[in-house]
Every structure is written in structure tokens, then in C-alpha cells.
């Protein structure tokens, strides 16, 4: 069985930093792109990062270029996602998410989400 379990959300000011895990198992986690999701409050989803399977290749929504940064450790089956200058905006639940194309399609192989709260 495919689980996904985010952690590291939480209550931030505007500016500041948070840094999301998500713990994969019942499945071979290196062999799998995968994505990072949010959903804001009265919103439909939205994809915001994605890295290949090796770690080599990532990818940003415009919004949070430069800002995020996606990562993984596949010795230890984790993705991350380090976010710096947060903002208001950028509250939302996040998801991981196993996949890159058409991750929004399905929400199967999403976790339950860590809620970002950004807010002074």
C-alpha cells in the first residue's frame, strides 16, 4: 500500500522559513518522480514543485521560484521542501504527491497534507 506522510507544517510570520518531509513507503520510492501540491482555502489544487526520480531535475510553479526548493533523499525514502520568504499567499495545505504529469488528476497518490499557515 502506497503511504505518504507529510510533517514540518506549521504557524510562520511573513518572510520567514519552513521546511516540509514526506515519509513514502510501500513502494520503490527512487524509481518515481515526485510533486509537491497545495491547496489554499476556498481553492481548487495547485502543482507547485516537481524533482525526477534521480534528483537531478526539478521544477517550480513562476510563483515560487526561487523561493522553494524541492529535494530528496532516496537512501531514506523522504522528499522535502524547503520554502524561504514565505508569504501570505502561500498559505495553503500541502501535499505529496507520487508523480509529475497529471499529479493533479487523481488525488490517489497524495498524502493527507501539512497545513502552512502564513500570517503576522
Known amino acids: 500500500e502506497v503511504q505518504l506522510v507529510e510533517s514540518g507544517g506549521g504557524l510562520v510570520q511573513p518572510g520567514g522559513s519552513l521546511r516540509l518531509s514526506c515519509a513514502a513507503s510501500?513502494?520503490?520510492?527512487?524509481?518515481?518522480?515526485m510533486s509537491w501540491v497545495r491547496q489554499a482555502p476556498g481553492k481548487g489544487p495547485e502543482w507547485v514543485s516537481s524533482?525526477?526520480?534521480?534528483?537531478?531535475?526539478?521544477y517550480y510553479v513562476d510563483s515560487v521560484e526561487g523561493r522553494f526548493t524541492i529535494s530528496r533523499d532516496n537512501a531514506k525514502n523522504t522528499l522535502y521542501l524547503q520554502m524561504n520568504s514565505l508569504k501570505p499567499e502561500d498559505t495553503a495545505v500541502y501535499y505529496c504527491?507520487?508523480?509529475?504529469?497529471?499529479?493533479?488528476?487523481?488525488?490517489?497518490?497524495w498524502g493527507q497534507g501539512t497545513q502552512v499557515t502564513v500570517s503576522s
Open positions: 504527491a507520487r508523480g509529475r504529469v497529471g499529479v493533479l488528476s487523481s488525488r490517489r497518490y
Open positions: 510501500g513502494f520503490t520510492f527512487g524509481s518515481y518522480d
Open positions: 524533482i525526477n526520480s534521480g534528483g537531478g531535475i526539478t
